[in-house]
C-alpha cells in the first residue's frame, strides 16, 4: 500500500475516532445531566432547571403515565403546588413556564389519548388569560399530531442539549425556580435585596389590555376533556397590590363573572388572589404572583379540604358575594395603602 494511501487512512480514522470520543462524551455528559429529564434527571447536582418544561414533563411521565390517578394543568405557578400536599392522590403536574389555556387544552388531549383517567382533575385559572392577547399555543410538535416526543438518541448528541447540560453545571438557570430529584418545583433563595417591594402610588394597570370573560368557554371545554374526574378550579394567590391595579382599570367585575362561569362547571372553585392577610403582605413572593413552597403546600393541603381560607369558595359564597367582597377589600387595602405613604411623606 503507497504511503499516501496509508496516511490518508490513518488520518481518516484518527477523525473517525476523535468524532466518535466527542459525540460520546456529548452523550454521556447529556445522560448524566439529563437537562431534558429522559432519565433520572441531574445525578450530578440534583437540580433540574426548566429549560423546556414542554418536552421534559413528557419525557418525565409519560412512561408512567398509568401510575396517576391525578392531573394538574397551569402556569408556572402551579408548578409550585406540591404533589405531597394533595394526600390520597399520586398527582402528575403538567403546569408549564409562561402556560396558557390554549396550551392547558393541547396537553388535555394527548395525555387523554396517551390513556390518563384522573379521578381528581386541577387546573389553575390563570388571570392573564382573561386580560391578554393569547399569542398561538406554543407546544412541541408532536403534541399537536399525537405521536411520540424525539427519543433520547435524537435529542442528546446534539450541542443544544449539551448547552443546556453546561449551563446547568454552571448554575445558569434560566427562571428563579428549579425541579430536585423528585421533580418537584423549588424556588431560589434569594437575598433580602431582591424580596418583594411594590412601588406606591398604586396605578391602573397598564394598557394594552381587554377583558375577555368568553375564554371561560375554554376551561369548560378543558374540564369536560375529564368528565369522569373531580375538576377543582383554583386561582393562586396573587398579591393585592397586583390586583388593586387591575381593578382601577374598570375591569373586575367582568373578570369576575368569567369564574363565575366557569365555577358553574367545576366541582369546585378556590379563589386566593382576593386580597387577604396572605397577599396583603410582602413576605411569601418574590414578585408578587409566585409563592413560596410553605404558602403552595397549604393551598394544595386547602383543595382537598374543601376550605378556601384565605380566599373565597365560589360554590358556598356565590358570584355576587364575592364580587362584593372583592370590592369591600380592595377598598379597605387601598386606603390603608394611602394612608400609609401619606406617613412616610
Not at 433520547?152 to 438557570?173: C, E, K, P, Q, W
Not at 393562586?236 to 367585575?253: C, H, K, N, Y
Amino acid at each position: 500500500m503507497p504511503q499516501r494511501t496509508k496516511q490518508v487512512l490513518a488520518y481518516l480514522a484518527w477523525a473517525l475516532a476523535s468524532a466518535v470520543l466527542i459525540v460520546g462524551g456529548c452523550f454521556l455528559i447529556n445522560c448524566l445531566v439529563d437537562p431534558l429529564w429522559y432519565l433520572r434527571g441531574n445525578v450530578l447536582t440534583e437540580i433540574n432547571y426548566p429549560f423546556n418544561e414542554r418536552l421534559s414533563k413528557i419525557n418525565q411521565f409519560l412512561p408512567r403515565l398509568h401510575d396517576y390517578d391525578c392531573l394538574i394543568l397551569g402556569s408556572s405557578r402551579a408548578t409550585l403546588l406540591p404533589v405531597g400536599s394533595l394526600k390520597g392522590y399520586r398527582c402528575v403536574n403538567f403546569a408549564l413556564s409562561d402556560g396558557q389555556i390554549g396550551e392547558f387544552l393541547l396537553y388535555a388531549r394527548y395525555l387523554r389519548t396517551r390513556g390518563i383517567a384522573p379521578s381528581l382533575l386541577i387546573v389553575d385559572l390563570r388571570v392573564e388569560d382573561f386580560i391578554e392577547l393569547l399569542p398561538p399555543p406554543y407546544v412541541p410538535g408532536f403534541i399537536r399530531t399525537s405521536e411520540d416526543p424525539p427519543s433520547i438518541f435524537t435529542t442528546y448528541l446534539s450541542l443544544d442539549a449539551l448547552n443546556f447540560s453546561i449551563r446547568t453545571l454552571r448554575g445558569d438557570a434560566p427562571h428563579h425556580r428549579y425541579y430536585d430529584q423528585n421533580f418537584d418545583a423549588r424556588l431560589e433563595v434569594r437575598s433580602s435585596k431582591h424580596r418583594y417591594n411594590p412601588s406606591a402610588p398604586i396605578e391602573p394597570m397598564a394598557p394594552p389590555f381587554d377583558v375577555h370573560p368568553e375564554r371561560a368557554e375554554m376551561y369548560i371545554e378543558l374540564r369536560q376533556l375529564f368528565p369522569a374526574a373531580r375538576a377543582i378550579g383554583y386561582i393562586p394567590p396573587e398579591s393585592a397590590s397586583r390586583i388593586a391595579a387591575f381593578s382601577l382599570t374598570g375591569g373586575l367585575d367582568s373578570y369576575l363573572g368569567a369564574i363565575g362561569r366557569i365555577a358553574g362547571a367545576y366541582d369546585e372553585v378556590l379563589d386566593f388572589a382576593i386580597p387577604s392577610t396572605l397577599t396583603e403582605s410582602r413576605e411569601g413572593t418574590y414578585d408578587g404572583s409566585h409563592y413560596s413552597e410553605t404558602v403552595n403546600a397549604r393551598i394544595g393541603a386547602a383543595l382537598l379540604a374543601d376550605n378556601a381560607d384565605p380566599g373565597v369558595d365560589w360554590h358556598r359564597q356565590g358570584q355576587t358575594t364575592i364580587i362584593a367582597l372583592y370590592h369591600e377589600r380592595l377598598r379597605q387595602f387601598l386606603e390603608t395603602a394611602k394612608q400609609a405613604k401619606a406617613r412616610t411623606e
